[in-house]
């Protein structure tokens, strides 16, 4: 699979799951339920949850390591909001299908860099991962937002988050399945449990892929076998 194939099948999947989730005609900005849609907003909280994976407080277990596991996480969880504005406003303001979206999205600058080899987390500052995590924080936060800017921004983040394209795909599939598994088994009503006998959800999704099964199905199956134990 190439590289605009990768964008194209992320971006098709995060389209079915805003359907199923939202209702058709969430781009223009509500659920089927009439609650407002803020993309932009969904992204500048996942960059806190983000920045809470790094040992950045000056009063409090000033040398804790860094949370990889969370970190590749929330990396993920940005690109499901970002990927959400994308088709947002591709969709709104007629600027192309999904597939035009899908190579501009390969056209963006650092795209290239991004399909290379991440950086090794340990190996990099905290304060610069930090401070490209509140650029994209600056760059969304406000009403007009650049999504090509939020794009370029995001890469070089995630690259320094140990983080590259092929890996994304990986962890985004797995996200994506947890996402609608979640959403059957009543997440939207408040009745899902995310803690599973003392782990989060997103940690026995990661303990899954590591464990080898990559299968979108087989990810399924055994987060529905592991959810059955839950107490």
Known sequence: MNEKNIILSMLELQQSLNDETNGLGWENGYTKQDKLIS???????????????????HWKNIKAPTDTQNLRVEVVDIWHFVMSLALQKYCISGLGDIEKLA????MTNGFDEFCKEPMVVENE??????????????????????????????FSMALKCGVNLLSLYECYIAKNVLNRFRQINGYKEGTY???????????????????????????????AKRYAQVK
């Not at 190579?103 to 390969?106: E, Q, S």
């Not at 760059?139 to 999504?147: A, K, M, P, R, V």
């Open 125 to 154: 500052s905290i304060y610069e991962i930090m401070n490209d995590i509140e650029m994209l924080i600056h760059e969304t936060s406000g009403f007009q937002n650049d999504l090509f800017a939020i794009l370029k921004i995001y």
């Open 103 to 106: 190579d501009d999205i390969c």
């Open 193 to 223: 449990k995310k803690i599973w006998n003392g782990l989060e959800d997103n940690v026995v999704m990661s303990e899954i892929l590591a464990s080898g099964v990559l299968n979108a199905d087989e990810i399924y199956k055994e987060l």
């Open 39 to 57: 993309w932009r907003r969904c992204i500048y909280m996942e960059c806190a949850e983000l920045i809470d994976s790094f040992a950045w407080k």
